[in-house]
């Protein structure tokens, strides 16, 4: 198990000892369908902290796991919990957890956004999402949704495959309500993470919810509908802004479009069995398959950042190549259970060259293939042999042929000096490279 796996984990356990105390002393703190639960069988124990562990992404930034996890309890337990002791001290155990990670993984300290929705009363598409987003100061990295699901048909199913937290409440009147109070007080005012919230609904009985957050110095926007219109109300200085919904664009979030993107990109170098894509390529692509500029998607999602940069920043998912700086710029995919580079399907020496088809893209093939490398090894020099083993393995060809075909010496050192965006040392008569 990772160090990522471990730490959820211990999040888990903490919170299931916290369920056990509760219920050996506040058992009607819970709501009734958990009050009979065998809180106290070891075997319920590790189902329960499996299936926790298992609603979460290793991927997940630890501020928002927190924050998701304790959302989680308010299915669980009624208001009251909330405001106990017991919470305040699990709250504590999740924090210190959370920064013994955070001391060998730092995270962001910027702060994140939460969207907090009745969905009983209003109903949000994507893009209003979206729009939720842009006029966010903060990251908008929490979704909770609160409502008695039996009586909403699908659209539990519909905002779970949207990233919401669930929060189920029972039938009656205002019970949403309390329910998006209580989230109040137990999430946002207990997590220095929470810098921001989204309130929608159309109920004015959150106004002490909303005077609440205030006061502890959190930017709040209350966010109604009217016909077609979206109203988000800054109820601090009662500012108000309307925006008509039938002209907001059908923008994907960035969670989905990097998946989207990265789709398009494959798709395009099988279609032209080449690995490196000129940016220019890949937004003409992307228009003619989706309708929209990869320009217009990251400005909106992103404003002031150029389609270049989603390249730039999102390393997690690109690799990009650059001959000199007026030169364009190369972009393929990284894949992290595989190289960044697609295998070729033939080892015919001729289609190998239909995809390095220049010595300019045998050069960016090298170094995008060290960049994978170093990335994949987390060190900065990377012996020569496994440059060219890997190679081999990409194009089933050795290196040393592809060097000489296009006249560029007979050894690979050689080569390897020749590329602007790499250095060398030798270890013990043995070369290594790196990234300059």
Known sequence: MNQTSDLLVSMSESIYQTLVETHQHHPDWFQNKFKSYSWQNPEFKDKFITRLVEKFSPTEEWDTVI???????????????????????????LNQLSSSHQNSSPLSDEGLAVLLLDAENLSLEEKIERLLERLSSYPLKVKLA??????????????????????????????????????????????????????????????????????????VHRVSRKADEIVVVDPKTQKIHKYSISSLPDIPSLQDFIPLLKKIILEEQKKQEKQWLLLSEVSKVFKEKTGLHISQIVNYLLPGKRARDIFIE?????VIHQIGEKSELYVTVFEKEKSSVSPVESAKISEVFQVLSSQELLKIAVVGIVKVLSEQSKQEYIPIANVASEF?????????????????????????????????????????????
Request: net charge positive.
């Open 314 to 318: 999102f390393k997690e998912d690109f």
């Open 392 to 436: 081999n393995k990409q194009y089933n060809l050795p290196i040393t042929k592809a060097i000489k075909t296009f006249q560029l010496g007979n050894k690979l050192i050689t080569f390897l000096k020749s590329c602007e965006q790499l250095k060398l040392k030798q270890k013990q008569k043995l070369y290594q490279v790196a990234l300059k």
């Open 146 to 219: 609160v409502a008695n699901w039996r009586s909403l048909g699908k659209k539990d199913e519909e905002l779970k495959q949207r990233g919401y937290v669930l929060i189920h409440v029972p039938s009656g009147k205002n019970n949403a309500d309390l329910e998006m109070i209580a989230l109040g007080d137990s999430v946002f005012l207990h997590s220095c993470l929470v810098k921001e919230v989204f309130v929608c609904s159309c109920d004015k009985d959150l106004d002490p919810l909303i005077k609440r957050l205030i006061q502890n110095d959190l930017i």
């Open 67 to 93: 924050l998701k996890l304790i959302a989680l309890l308010t299915n669980i337990f009624l208001p009251i919990f909330f405001k106990s002791q017991l919470f305040t001290r699990l709250i504590s155990k």
